[in-house]
Antibody, heavy 114, light 106 residues
Framework: QVQLKESGPGLVQPSRTLSLTCTVS????????VSWVRQPPGKGLEWIAA???????DYNSALKSRLSISRDTSKSQVLLKMNSLQTEDTAMYFC????????WGQGTLVTVSS | DIQMTQSPSLLSASVGDRVTLNCKAS??????LNWYQQKLGEAPKLLIY???NLQTGIPSRFSGSGSGTDYTLTISSLQPEDVATYYC????????FGAGTKLELK
């Protein structure tokens, strides 16, 4: 069955770079896209970035300068890097199959704090 | 970027009520709209795709409608397990979510 699982550092210091991994199973990254969505505590959902099945990428225009999304199809993994982290980047980070978001991971909490 | 405005932001209703949640796009999104339900501590769950198509396994009391810039999610008879926050999401251009409608029991 389709599964997505996020992994990350949990705690990141301000100004540092965040690296998150989404490991998928039950489908191929060359057949479906994967996207990252985040949710600050008590707030709504924010789309961050996506990588399509063909390998092309899209980014939230407000975050684009800080983001990089890539994939390793041999490992069924999608990687997200976000630099210059600030406290407002504290959030639950989800990965989900894109563009319809029918399947989601359980999320990984990232806290930005010194 | 396309902005999605959901209303109301908070809705209180009783069990058995017919409930309507609204989502308005800043431009025509050609019915490329989904609805999600998110319960506390969980990932969002897809309810409705492409405006009015019920996702497999979702109760038939949920339905969607709309076109152009205006879309609606309707729950025909509210159940206690429907307490959640509901988000609309457009994928017509530069994906965006609405801010959500929190649905609570009166």
């Amino acid at each position: 069955q389709v599964q997505l699982k996020e992994s990350g550092p949990g705690l990141v210091q301000p100004s540092r770079t965040l690296s998150l991994t989404c490991t998928v199973s039950g489908f191929s990254l060359t057949s479906y896209g994967v996207s990252w969505v985040r949710q600050p505590p008590g707030k709504g959902l924010e789309w961050i970035a996506a990588i399509w099945s063909g390998g092309s990428t899209d980014y939230n225009s407000a975050l684009k300068s800080r983001l990089s999304i890539s994939r390793d199809t041999s490992k069924s993994q999608v990687l997200l890097k976000m630099n210059s982290l600030q406290t407002e980047d504290t959030a639950m980070y989800f990965c989900a199959r894109f563009p319809f978001f029918a399947y989601w991971g359980q999320g990984t909490l990232v806290t930005v704090s010194s | 970027d396309i902005q999605m405005t959901q209303s109301p932001s908070l809705l209180s209703a009783s069990v058995g009520d017919r409930v309507t949640l609204n989502c308005k796009a800043s431009q025509n999104i050609n019915k490329n709209l989904n609805w999600y339900q998110q319960k506390l501590g969980e990932a969002p769950k897809l309810l409705i795709y492409y405006t009015n198509n019920l996702q497999t396994g979702i109760p038939s009391r949920f339905s969607g409608s709309g076109s152009g810039t205006d879309y609606t999610l309707t729950i025909s008879s509210l159940q206690p397990e429907d307490v959640a926050t509901y988000y609309c999401y457009q994928y017509n251009s530069g994906p965006t979510f609405g801010a959500g409608t929190k649905l609570e029991l009166k």
